[in-house]
C-alpha cells in the first residue's frame, strides 16, 4: 500500500493550492481518509478528515472555511482545497488512510501515511 500526496508549493498569503493524495492497493476504497500537517519543532495536526463515502467531513477549526476536504472514490484520490491561506499555514502536509471508514481525528486512527508535501505560505 502506498499513498502519494503531491500539490504543495510556494503561494503568497491569501492565495490557493489544491492537495491530492492518491493511494495504490485499494486502500481508499471502504476507509476514511485524513490529512494532517506538521511544522518544525511541532507535533503532527490533524487538518481535515472525510468518510469512506465522502458523506461526512471534519477539520480543525484553523482551517473551517477556508479547506475543503473531497474524495473521488472510482480514482482513489482525495484532495485539500485550501483557500485564503495564511503563513500560519506553512508545514508539510501528509495524507493518511484511517483504520475504520469514519471521520477520526487521532493520529492513532491511522496506519497509511503518504511521505508528504510542503506548503509554504508566504506573508
Known amino acids: 500500500v502506498q499513498l502519494q500526496a503531491s500539490g504543495g508549493g510556494l503561494v503568497r498569503a491569501g492565495g490557493s493550492l489544491k492537495l491530492s493524495c492518491v493511494a495504490s492497493?485499494?486502500?481508499?476504497?471502504?476507509?476514511?481518509v485524513g490529512w494532517f500537517r506538521q511544522s518544525p519543532g511541532k507535533e503532527r495536526e490533524f487538518v481535515a478528515a472525510i468518510d469512506w463515502r465522502g458523506g461526512n467531513t471534519d477539520y480543525t477549526d484553523s482551517v473551517k472555511g477556508r479547506f475543503t476536504i473531497s474524495r473521488d472514490r472510482p480514482k482513489g484520490t482525495v484532495y485539500l482545497q485550501m483557500n485564503k491561506l495564511k503563513p500560519e499555514d506553512t508545514a508539510v502536509y501528509y495524507c493518511?488512510?484511517?483504520?475504520?471508514?469514519?471521520?477520526?481525528?487521532?493520529?492513532?486512527?491511522?496506519?497509511?501515511w503518504g511521505q508528504g508535501t510542503e506548503v509554504t505560505v508566504s506573508s
Open positions: 492497493g485499494g486502500i481508499f476504497s471502504n476507509n476514511g
Open positions: 493518511a488512510a484511517a483504520r475504520s471508514s469514519g471521520v477520526t481525528t487521532s493520529t492513532r486512527g491511522y496506519h497509511y
